[in-house]
């Protein structure tokens, strides 16, 4: 009886095992398609949101001008939008060189760093976005939107974008490991192993 059963599971191991190397290739293509869609959408936002910080200025004849370079905070989010459609460009050109794409590790790495560093440059800019619009009544820091509301209402705009390219990353950054793990075996379960 138990000769039978272990029978029985081989033949269904057999046939999962079958069906997923048939829908394997398809899969696989549709995730690249979704990749590639996804790295190049990142581009034309990473540049929107360099292209509405760095041109967005307003002057007040109170308080003075505001600009790109009044906030260190803004440098950085730049040098990231910079940096993640460069990357962008370079990976999707790159995902399609056939000696590159067996080599998940080169999409791994840099996906998650970026995953990462734009987590922070959104944090960044959203405490500054906030601290425009609020103020921080406790360091003295007074509400500036009602004086710059050109300034601010861009500088949202390009915190919204910077969001989504975020939200790219962090999906690409979960393909990506997907495409580096995947080969692997996942760990034995341990009622397996007393079984056999």
Excluded at 27 to 49: E, G, N, Q
Excluded at 56 to 80: A, C, R, T
Excluded at 87 to 108: P, Q, R
Excluded at 134 to 143: A, H, L, N, R, Y
Aim: aromatic content about 12%.
């Amino acid at each position: 009886m138990r000769s039978n059963n272990n029978n029985n599971n081989n033949t269904r191991e057999e046939e999962r095992s079958s069906s997923s190397k048939q829908q394997q290739p398809q899969a696989h293509m549709s995730l690249k398609i979704i990749d590639s869609c996804l790295r190049l959408s990142v581009v034309p936002l990473s540049v929107a949101t360099i292209w509405l910080t760095v041109t967005n200025h307003e002057s007040n004849p109170d308080y003075g001008n505001l600009d790109y370079n009044s906030i260190m905070g803004l440098k950085y989010m730049v040098g990231v939008s910079a940096i993640s459609a460069i990357y962008a460009l370079l990976s999707t050109i790159s995902s399609w060189v056939t000696c590159l794409v067996s080599k998940a590790w080169l999409f791994f790495v840099p996906d998650q760093v970026l995953a990462y560093v734009m987590t922070t440059s959104v944090a960044g800019a959203t405490e500054i976005v906030y601290l425009l619009n609020k103020g921080d009544k406790i360091v003295t820091w007074s509400e500036m939107c009602s004086s710059y509301p050109h300034y601010c209402s861009k500088l949202t705009i390009a915190l919204g974008l910077h969001v989504f390219v975020l939200f790219f990353f962090l999906f690409l950054s979960v393909i990506s490991a997907y495409r580096a793990f995947s080969p692997f075996d996942p760990p034995c379960d341990s009622q397996t192993n007393s079984d056999a």
